[in-house]
């Protein structure tokens, strides 16, 4: 974590061949060899533009001002804020599209923050990852929340990822996105600070400029999240009947160990024993495994008997097929979160009768997406 903060700032000075060969070394020439549309980039590739933020953000009395940690995170992510672009960067329609670099984005930073500079297994340094990962992948929404027809639960959703995240504001979401706007050249740039503005100021206004919405508690929390037409301030009935625990991680985190340790006596709905029942490999199909255990649930949600999910449930669509299924019999979702540090991720995995090939483990960490608010009536991350 140290080589990451080096790069840092302490003033306005940035040391760009430093950050060239230490941190952007891996990424630079995609960077700078990935063109932009003129119009909104009249700077031109990617890099030029990367270090214009940068530039401009030291500038920011918003940036200046913030305490030691906070100037660490938001300079991160301005940094990576499009190191997704290459990934997505297609010519459509007379234009450069960038669909969806943002997601890809926050990913890859995750990774890399994950595996290369030691930044998991902790709940410190676990906070600072994800700070930096949330303030990437919504670094353009301030430019377009105003136009969500569902614009107030959306500004509370994005502020309830703080809950989790531990530094995530839209202050700072502001913040890095006004860098963005700045460090360009574009015919629209003043109209889109005036954006930014509207935004923190629509956020102010509900409550959650620099924190999460105070809900009166976590179901009325995930049921208006979840875009029900109830009012944030009051308790929303509650017909559940009980709780489901779904774990999530890598394979390898001690998901197996965690279960029996914090839930004794519960069933489990194991994906790894229902594939090593039915003598299939997890490279092979994997429909039989799912339909499997989906009968299993459907019985113990039938007989209200509270019971575990225990599968690496690393993407937001395959919790919410979780999700949907237990709302449907009226049960209430946990998610737990597990992580470790990348060395013993792999040394425990070592140690499984059914190991994972490290290659396999590392896309799958490419690949993961945290669980927030918005996606069950309780989230918990841990670090095991």
Request: aromatic share 10%.
């Amino acid at each position: 974590m140290d080589r990451l903060i080096a790069i840092v700032p302490k003033e306005i000075q940035i040391d760009w061949p430093l950050i060239e060969r230490t941190v952007m070394a891996p990424f630079v020439d995609d960077l700078r060899n990935t063109p932009q549309t003129q119009r909104w980039h009249g700077e031109g590739d990617v890099w030029t533009h990367t270090k214009m933020v940068c530039e401009v953000l030291v500038k920011l009395d918003g940036f200046q001002n913030l305490p030691g940690h906070q100037r660490q995170e938001v300079f991160l992510a301005t940094l990576f804020h499009d190191i997704g672009k290459p990934a997505v960067t297609r010519f459509e329609d007379g234009h450069y599209t960038t669909k969806g670099h943002a997601r890809r984005g926050a990913q890859m930073v995750r990774a890399l923050l994950w595996k290369e500079y030691n930044m998991a297994g902790d709940p410190d340094k676990r906070s600072f990852r994800e700070t930096v990962c949330s303030l990437i992948q919504h670094h353009a929404l301030p430019l377009h929340i105003v136009e969500s027809p569902y614009e107030e639960p959306h500004f509370r959703s994005i502020a309830a990822e703080a809950e989790l995240s531990g530094d995530y504001t839209w202050e700072l979401q502001c913040l890095v996105t006004e860098a963005d706007v700045r460090g360009r050249i574009a015919d629209d740039a003043p109209q889109l600070v005036q954006d930014i503005e509207y935004c923190r100021l629509r956020a102010l206004e509900l409550g959650c400029y620099t924190g999460p919405y105070a809900f009166p508690d976590a179901h009325t929390r995930y049921r208006y999240l979840d875009g029900h037409p109830i009012s944030p301030d009051y308790p929303f009935f509650n017909e559940t009947w009980g709780e489901v625990i779904v774990i999530c991680g890598l394979p390898g985190t001690g998901k197996d160990t965690f279960a029996e340790r914090n839930y004794p006596g519960l069933p489990v709905v194991s994906l790894d024993d229902i594939r090593n029942d039915l003598d299939i490999l997890p490279t092979e199909n994997q429909g039989p495994v799912a339909q499997k255990a989906i009968e299993q649930a459907k019985g113990f949600l039938r007989a209200h008997q509270p019971f575990v999910w225990n599968a690496t449930n690393l993407t937001r669509m395959t919790r919410a097929r979780i999700q949907n299924l237990c709302l449907d019999y009226k049960a209430t979702v946990r998610i737990v979160f597990l992580e470790t540090s990348w060395e013993e991720n792999l040394r425990r995995n070592a140690t499984r009768t059914a190991m994972v090939p490290p290659a396999v483990i590392e896309r799958m960490l490419g690949k993961v997406e945290m669980p927030y608010p918005q996606e069950a009536d309780n989230v918990e991350w841990k670090c095991i």
